[in-house]
């Protein structure tokens, strides 16, 4: 199985910039509410072939970075590549490959008011006839030692 990637067209990089919903440092790009971030490759999604010579290269629908439409021998302008005979109506955007997610800079998980209710009563020592099930008891080891 390949490499999970995203295409961000650059009109929707444009207005989530606007809207301060992602923070771009030179090619890596981070979506603020996630904390997830993505390394960026220039791009191209090919949309419709206007040239009237046909899709002879089966690249109607396709994505290619930049690197590979000089592998292709193609000519790139914004909004258009022109392959052989074929010119192409193209999206301009980038490839987003998702970076490694480093678990000492993910936030804390998320613990249900009833896992960490339960989770603070074993931490209070209450209760020894109550039973603590496993689940509480991993949860209070983990919060432990990986906060």
Known sequence: MGMNRVFLPQDA?????????IDVEGDVLTIKEEARSYDLVPAVRFMTEVGGAGDAGGLLGKIKETGQ???????YYPGSVIVGEAAYEVIDGFVGYPRP??????PPPKVSAS????VSRAADGKGPGEDVSDEVLLTKFLLDNLS
């Open 13 to 21: 990089l444009d207005r989530w910039s606007v809207e301060e919903k």
């Open 69 to 75: 439409l000089r592998d292709l021998g193609a000519d």
């Open 101 to 106: 997610v480093n678990p000492l800079e993910a």
């Open 115 to 118: 896992i960490g209710a339960a």
